[in-house]
């Protein structure tokens, strides 16, 4: 008999390749991201997946990730990708489209290495930017915003491996992330190592490093982290976290009884509007976090209101798509995706959740949640109201769907109100659509997901045929709603009156202008625009010029809004616009604004039948 000490046993087998468990199908894929060494705004990232088994392998970077319903081919920010053996040489790679990479000599690769760009710097120079939620800044030794799918692909065949993903960062900067973090044996000052069960994982915990500027409070049994990132100090988590905090309790306890999860993670990122900074406002879902980007500029008040209405709508997302969604999402294919016909759940519901919680939790009173309804309506009219929605789902990342996809905000938004007052009537105000949702999420829930066309035949096998009929006639059908129809069942009027405005302004909400943030126009919305602007002559889409002999683009956007408060009845007022290309020039004398504008009111004549369903819908 002859015993060898297990330790030398090990040593043997580590020094003898390949490796019994160096095989790519039975370990982590390995990704190190160099936050430290960056070079021309760019980090290095090296992918260490062990030995391959088969010949040929492709690597990709997603097209597209969930929750943004566009094709932005991320593969485009990654620049010179090298494959190397294991004797450390360069091996073949070829470059097959923007996104993948393939491997013909697999079974010899040991490694890649790259460099990956941010999306941030660039957003003005392309046609269609990364929405800056779901993209990535680079700044050297300031501030990392990185969601990973940009930085880390996945392996043909290999996606449901595990991940280890380390990140060698300046010391005087902190992560945010829910990302499971290692052991600490490996960790040491700079170096931080995390854990991803699948690809998914990687592309689901977004990343920040900054300079700490962190709150953390208990909402519940949720822990709720918030960190910020405010280049000139404008804001900072403190200064936050008091809104956020009282936000998410209302949420959670709109909720009850429905399963969140038990950390959440708000990784906030202010603009402070130089060349290279984003402009893409608002959040991305992911299951535990949301990245969130503002512009460092907006007043605390309406900040305070933009975060609560687009955190809570990020929060709602853990009702859907995330506990209730379609197999096209639960199995996504990140560069073919295949899009569910539902997006007026996933947002749209969402959306409405949003809105109903605030009212529900006292946050806002009756007539602002009707004001928000009534603005859903008036921003659907923008988009074609005759287009199938469930058919503008499915084919959302083509034209000419892909143009519509904003009113899921708004017409989706809508239609979970009216199925909200279906229910609510159906049942004599004792069920709406949350609790649907509810039914929803505990027959299916985040692990089991539903064929598409299995929806609308178990909504309506939970609900009533009033609802299967919304769903035919409006949501898979193309029959416009008319929404006074719903209105009535709670007591509500729709109708139109005329209110002073200012000049550029109808109220707070909605401004009579708009800017492009590329070539930094100023220009004329396609709304109905106030007396004196019609009287003037101005017409949607005139792009501003000059008004009184100053020239104004978005740089000087406050200047003009300053300027016109200060404009009184009886001035004159020159204006010169662009239209179609050619110079137009406007004058006149400044007087009082009007425009004609729908109300959504409550009917004083309401019978106490209407009022019951009204209290149960909002209060309920
Ligand atoms: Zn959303």
Known sequence: MKKILLISACALLLSCGPKLDDLAVNRVVEADIDLVNVENDMVKVRIDPGRFTEETINYYIPRTVPGTYSNDDYGKYVENLKAFDYS?????VNKTDTNTWELTNATEVDYLEYLVNDTFDTEGEVEEPVFSPAGSNIEAGENYFLNLHMFVGYFSGLDQR???ITFVHPESLEVTTSLTEMTPEKASAGVDTF????????????????????ETFLVNDIQVTLSVFSPNQAYSAASISDEMEKMMAAQKKFLGDLNTTDTYQILL????MEETSPTGFGALEHHTS?????????PEPMLLETMTDVVSHEFFHIVTPLSIHAEEIHFFDYNNPKMSKHLWMYEGVTEYFANLFQVN??????????????RKIENSRRYNDEMSFTEMSENILMPPYKENYANVYEKGALIGMCIDLIIREQSQGEKGILWLMKELSAFYGKDQPFADDELIPKITSLTYPEVADF????????????YNTYFTKAGL???TDTITTAVLFRDQQTPFIDANPQSKEIFFRDIPLNSLLTELGIQGGDVIQSINGTEYNLDSAQQLVVASMGWQEGDPIEMVVLRDGETVEVSGTISQPTVTVDILREDPDATQEQKALREAWLKG
């Open 290 to 298: 949301t990245t969130v980007v503002l512009p460092e500029s907006m």
């Open 195 to 214: 854990y991803a069960e699948r690809y998914f994982e990687v592309t689901d915990n977004p990343v920040m490093y900054a300079k700490p500027d962190t």
């Open 361 to 374: 939790q006292g946050l806002i009173d009756n007539q602002a949640f009707y004001d928000r309804i009534l």
């Open 88 to 92: 450390g040489s360069e091996v073949t």
């Open 493 to 495: 009027q729709m109708g």
């Open 162 to 164: 595990p991940y280890e």
């Open 269 to 272: 990122f202010f603009s402070d």
């Open 471 to 482: 769903l035919t006639t409006h949501v898979e059908g193309t029959e416009p709603i008319d």
